[in-house]
């Protein structure tokens, strides 16, 4: 086997848009440069404005139309018959609250049914046209019948828990209706076909008033509520409806919770609500920067980061299956043996950390469920575990479901998120998180692996029969051997950090040296002991020790080969792949290196989107089109193994290429430009002061023998290899490296696209 890499610790923080006092480094000379700026030229209003999902026709469907969220509350718009235009109301945190002790959590612990508000046409409806304006968050458009037109405006807001809708229908159409329709608060997987015996309803919804305010009450079996309250205000032709949405469990504070939403919003100007949500969004927009010369996947790309922007923020929900975009569907809830994972990578890179924080708030949240999870033969005050889907609180025991056996446990779900927590310290680089929070979750994680392990007749230690998601039961499972090594590794890595002497570092060195070999076989990776990959499998779980961990890497002795081996053989059964298959060979792609087939790989994710980027397998699933962005960030920046690489996977069609402010781990932030296939500029700032080690034969251009940082200490370049420099950046130094025949202002702004058709939404075509 390769040997495989070290775990370094590397994160970063957000800095202004305009960067003054840069070092330019001139390619070719040992002497030292002087000062310059990086100008970031990025008209945001403009340039989102390229990307607004457009629609020349009404959305039919979820998967069509337009939607908004703020990161708690959501809605999503499309025509729900021939007289009515549907606003669906969501709210990420209504779930069930009954005992789950035998793990049937997405009948007994979802995500549950609210309702939805339909504008009510007096007249056929033939037509319309809309728009989601991403620079401001906010949906607009126009519904055509047969007897006027309607025009709508809406937000959720981003402060509060208030959707806004704003009518203005013309004189044929002033006797339309907004029209509330509750839906009952069951099981969505019951809803969906997928019932389970003997499932018993929540009771019916039931209405109540408070003054002008109107409020829908749904109760639940076991105690605790939903209550939806909307009041409707007429100011001439123009109508707005505010609405608020309120869960409490085990209380009734949800009906005056919703009522004091509504009566204090509504004493607001509506002008006012529009402006203080577009604020934030403006504010929020300039932390990363990325241009691409592809008009779709540039398009795409920003969706993707308004899209995490209305699905959740720091204090409020975690990112489940839909998000706050409530749909009916058999997936009610968090799935952890993939689609959280997924769902959170694409926050790290793209410097948006403060949402992200959502994630690991809720793991630390909810540590007794953590300890509750396990199954009761391996039950301690230190032994943390996960299963499969939960709702908000994360409590599932953990178990495979009724198609495998007894006793066959899918070990993996909780080391994996940890990784994605992970992924956030060594982006922020908070050692009181990884200290108080990440630090004792990890160990109670692998404290599981450690009371499963066994030693085997080779003297090395193996893991029992678990659960390898999505493809079935195997020993020494891929999986489970990539996350123990890692944990391990990263647990010792911290404790050094932190100066921790923990009395188990002893146990987690001899895993180390002693732990079974990966199973391979002349296909690569295998499943697991005795299991090869001989079935399509939608999931690469088996690969993980390449993707995400980068245990295996082509830095190693006979990485490349093993990777592409593993690559080609998983993607050639591919009859039962799904859009994440190609979202993760995308990344395994620019893991090696190849941005042309990255770019091919990612492009079989186009046949899986909505129009409006949503994603459905069966039913709403918001991971995978999240994922693509991520694998757009590997194509462009990758920093693995404590090592920056820029632009280590672009496709030879794209020429012209430029970021800004994208993070990576070791505390930095890099912003770069490509022009004609060269590379015009890289700034790197450091914002921790870890050691900055930068792969140069990307570069295209030689570097000097010494630099000098902002505020003028010289810095030695280091060459710790042939392909390797280091230099030795204090906490907020920076600089920019350059070839020769650079501007002397090195600049980041849009690229040009081929054409700048909005892709997204149904728009006409060219």
């Not at 469907?61 to 703020?70: C, H």
């Not at 409707?232 to 869960?247: F, K, N």
Request: glycine share 8%; charged share 25%; with cysteine.
């Amino acid at each position: 086997m390769p040997h495989e890499g070290v775990i370094m610790t590397r994160a970063l923080f957000p800095v202004s848009v305009w960067l003054t006092g840069c070092l330019l480094l001139v390619a070719g000379s040992a002497s030292l440069a002087t000062a310059a700026t990086v100008d970031v030229d990025v008209d945001w209003p403009t340039f989102l404005g390229r990307h607004d999902m457009v629609w020349d026709r009404l959305p039919q469907t979820w998967l069509e139309g337009p939607y908004l969220g703020n990161g708690m509350m959501g809605t999503l718009i499309y025509q729900e018959n021939e007289r009515a235009v549907r606003f669906d109301v969501g709210r990420s945190d209504v779930q069930d609250h009954r005992d789950d002790s035998y793990g049937m959590s997405m009948f007994t612990r979802c995500r549950l049914p609210i309702g939805y508000f339909t504008l009510e046409t007096v007249g056929t409806i033939e037509g319309g046209s809309g728009r989601l304006d991403l620079y401001n968050a906010e949906a607009t458009g126009t519904i055509r019948t047969d007897r006027g037109r309607i025009e709508y405006r809406s937000i959720v807001h981003t402060d509060e828990m208030l959707i806004l809708i704003e009518i203005e229908p013309d004189e044929g159409e002033a006797d339309c209706r907004l029209e509330w329709n509750a839906m009952q608060a069951d099981s969505p997987r019951q809803l969906w076909g997928r019932g389970m015996e003997g499932y018993l309803s929540n009771p019916p919804a039931r209405y109540d008033s408070v003054g002008p305010v109107r409020v829908c009450i749904q109760p639940l079996l076991v105690g605790g509520k939903t209550a939806t309250a909307w009041y409707e205000r007429s100011e001439g032709p123009t109508r707005t409806l505010y609405i608020s949405v309120a869960h409490s469990f085990p209380d009734a504070a949800a009906f005056p919770e919703a009522v004091e939403v509504v009566n204090r919003m509504r004493a607001e100007s509506v002008e006012r609500l529009f402006e203080t949500h577009r604020a934030w969004w403006h504010d929020f927009w300039p932390a990363n920067f990325v241009s691409l010369p592809d008009s779709y996947w540039e398009g795409f790309y920003w969706i993707q980061i308004y899209k995490l922007a209305s699905a959740t923020r720091s204090d409020r929900a975690l990112i489940d299956l839909m998000g706050p975009w409530f749909q009916i569907t058999p997936w009610p809830g968090a799935w952890w043996n993939l689609n959280v994972q997924l769902t959170y990578w694409p926050f790290y890179a793209a410097n948006r950390l403060e949402p992200a924080e959502s994630l690991w708030r809720h793991l630390d949240t909810y540590r007794h469920n953590l300890l509750a999870n396990v199954p009761p033969a391996y039950r301690g005050p230190d032994v943390m575990g996960l299963g499969r889907a939960t709702g908000q609180d994360i409590y599932c025991p953990m178990h495979t479901g009724p198609s495998v056996q007894p006793d066959v446990y899918e070990f993996s779900n909780l080391p994996w998120i940890l990784h994605n927590v992970w992924l956030h310290y060594r982006h922020a680089m908070d050692d009181a998180m990884l200290r108080d929070v990440l630090f004792p979750l990890l160990r109670s994680s692998i404290n599981f692996y450690l009371r499963v392990l066994e030693e085997g007749q080779d003297g090395r230690y193996h893991l029992p029969l678990s659960h390898s998601p999505e493809y079935g039961a195997a020993e020494d499972a891929n999986i489970d051997l990539a996350l123990l090594r890692w944990g391990c590794r990263t647990l010792i890595a911290s404790a050094e950090r932190l100066g921790i002497d923990d009395p188990l570092r002893a146990r987690w060195e001899e895993v180390l040296e002693r732990l079974v070999d990966y199973p391979t076989d002349e296909d690569g990776f295998m499943i697991g002991r005795d299991v090869p990959y001989a079935k399509s499998h939608r999931h690469f779980s088996h690969l993980l020790m390449i993707y995400p961990l980068y245990l295996v890497n082509i830095d190693q002795e006979g990485g490349r080969e093993l990777i592409t081996r593993s690559l080609d053989h998983w993607h050639s059964l591919d009859d039962r792949f799904c859009g994440y298959s190609y979202t993760a060979g995308s990344s395994i792609a620019s893991a090696l290196g190849d941005g042309n087939r990255s770019l091919e790989m990612l492009n079989g994710l186009k046949r899986f989107l909505g129009e409006n980027t949503m994603y459905e397998e069966t039913g709403a699933c918001i991971e995978t089109p999240l994922a693509g962005a991520q694998s757009l960030h590997d194509m462009l920046i990758q920093s693995w193994d404590g090592v920056l690489r820029v632009f280590p996977a672009i496709p030879d069609a794209w020429a012209d290429v430029a970021f800004h402010d994208l993070r990576t781990e070791g505390a930095f932030l890099v912003s770069a430009a490509r022009r004609d296939g060269q590379v015009r500029f890289v700034r790197i700032e450091s914002l921790a002061g870890e050691p900055c080690i930068l792969q140069t034969d990307l570069l295209g251009f030689e570097l000097p023998d010494a630099v000098r940082t902002t505020d003028g200490r010289e810095v030695t370049v280091m060459r710790i290899a042939e392909d390797r420099v280091e230099f030795d950046l204090n906490k907020g130094e920076e600089l920019i490296l350059a070839p020769p025949d650079a501007p002397s202002k090195p600049s980041v702004a849009p690229v040009a696209l081929p054409t700048e058709r909005h892709r997204f939404g149904l728009p006409g075509t060219d």
